[in-house]
């Protein structure tokens, strides 16, 4: 079977939210020896960036919206196993802090789940608070465990304002430079990144890993 028949079973799985055919369709994605970013991103990532389309559009809602999640949880268990093989022992595999989050009013976690599990696999230590997180505990926490990086997701534009809260209240409290500030999501940019004063952004969950271990080695 053509490798792109095996990565457009797992997009219309995660698009249809049909868990054990998403598992299944990784699985023989994995097993036929596809590289495994591939399969994150052009399989896993282009289900859930549709999935987010037609959330945005109004095609989509709640409900599917949590079977989608719930397929891409079932496909990164699957795949995690082949990541992790593919960064062990290389220099990706760097042992740094990570805080995870989607921003308060933002309960959308597909990306931030993706990113969450590509840190994992390359060596980081990562802490999902989950999504709909007050600004304020997400710093409290990255204080409390003493972390490198803060990731922050948000799918909904009027919740992206959020990001740049937390870069002020760092700012306010003086400790912005203890941490390496990352924003992502369907609407977030380089342009966005820049205006609200974060370290960074990135296209899909491989170049996440890239630029965190680009910012944490520099």
């Known amino acids: 079977m053509p490798e792109n028949n095996y990565l457009q079973a797992i997009v219309e799985a995660v698009i249809e939210g049909e868990e054990d055919d998403a598992a299944e369709a990784t699985r023989s994605a994995v097993e036929a020896n596809i590289d495994a970013l591939e399969i994150l991103n052009e399989g896993l ?55 995870s989050a989607t921003v308060q009013t933002d309960i959308h976690d597909i990306g931030k789940n993706i990113v969450s599990s590509m840190l994992t696999a390359a060596g980081y230590e990562v802490t999902d608070m989950g999504v709909d997180v007050p600004v304020k505990s997400i710093i409290d926490k990255a204080e409390e465990i003493g972390a490198q990086v803060i990731c922050l997701s948000a799918l909904l534009t009027t919740s992206m304002p959020f990001m740049k809260d937390v870069i002020e209240i760092l700012k306010a409290r003086g400790i912005r430079e203890k941490y390496i500030v990352l924003v992502g999501g369907a609407s977030v940019n380089e342009t966005w990144s820049k205006h609200i004063g974060a370290d960074g952004t990135a296209r899909n969950a491989a170049d996440a890993v890239k630029v965190v271990h680009t910012l944490i080695s520099a």
């Open 45 to 99: 990532m282009t289900g859930a960036e549709e999935v987010g389309k037609r959330f945005e559009n109004g095609e989509y809602f709640l409900p599917e919206l949590m079977l989608a999640g719930r397929a891409l949880k079932a496909s990164m268990e699957v795949v995690k196993p082949a990541l992790l093989k593919k960064y062990e022992g290389t220099e990706n595999k760097v042992k740094a802090k990570v805080i």
